[in-house]
């Protein structure tokens, strides 16, 4: 095994068998009717968990130290207490000037930051042709290839997110983002009713969805 996870690195290929996937869509909640309502979890050949915990643990020395501070999730030491309390803090701080309130917004949003080539081509790969179908009790759909998306469920997914969405940062100062895996709170201190800061914040945001090929889910939008 040792063998073919250092072959594989070294050509910055995955074997295909080790990246085919099978989706099992499991319920959000007691009454789910439509696709939205299922979370689509990956089950992944256990050897290539075991190669990805491996390169887990490599990124996570490198990257750790660099990641935005205002993720909070998949991270060691931090939790949803901690993403409400920060922003909690930031809304009072906001709120406890003269002539002005705050306004929260839940998106969803992704962008990447770059690695190395070497292990940066090896999680290209990873994430590239993997064969997928979809299995409910004893039915399975045809097998589709995917160029696009973390499979839920896999060990590597959490950190790669956070490593897509490093960058997601406030462009005003007055601003803060708060993230918790994809759901993202946008704190905005509006002072003497001048929204144009708070608004610039939105806008940029919804390009920077357009420019990732992102479409916002307005019904999870507040």
């Known amino acids: 095994m040792t063998d073919i996870f250092n072959l594989s690195l070294a050509q910055t290929v995955v074997p295909t068998c080790f990246k085919t996937t099978t989706i099992v869509p499991v319920p959000k909640h007691s009454a789910a009717a439509g696709l939205n309502d299922f979370r689509p979890v990956a089950l992944t050949p256990i050897l290539m968990k075991c190669f990805e915990k491996l390169v887990l ?87 589709l290839s995917l160029n696009t998306g973390v499979p839920q469920g896999c060990v590597l997914s959490p950190l790669l997110y956070s490593i897509f969405t490093h960058d997601c940062t406030p462009v005003h100062g007055s601003n803060t983002i708060i993230k918790y895996a994809d759901d993202t709170t946008v704190i905005g201190l509006i002072h003497n009713n001048d929204e144009t800061a708070y608004r610039v914040e939105v806008q940029h945001l919804t390009k920077w969805c357009a420019d990732n090929n992102l479409a916002l889910n307005t019904t999870k939008t507040k």
């Open 57 to 143: 643990a490599q990124l996570k020395s490198c990257l750790s130290p660099t990641l935005d501070p205002h993720q909070f999730a998949y991270r060691t030491n931090r939790s949803t207490e901690d993403a409400v309390s920060i922003t909690l803090h930031t809304v009072l701080s906001h709120l406890e000037k003269n002539n002005s309130y705050a306004r929260l917004l839940f998106i969803t949003k992704l962008n990447d930051l770059g690695i190395d080539a070497p292990l940066c081509n090896w999680i290209l790969d990873f994430l590239t042709n993997r064969p997928q179908h979809v299995r409910l009790d004893n039915l399975s759909s045809m097998t």
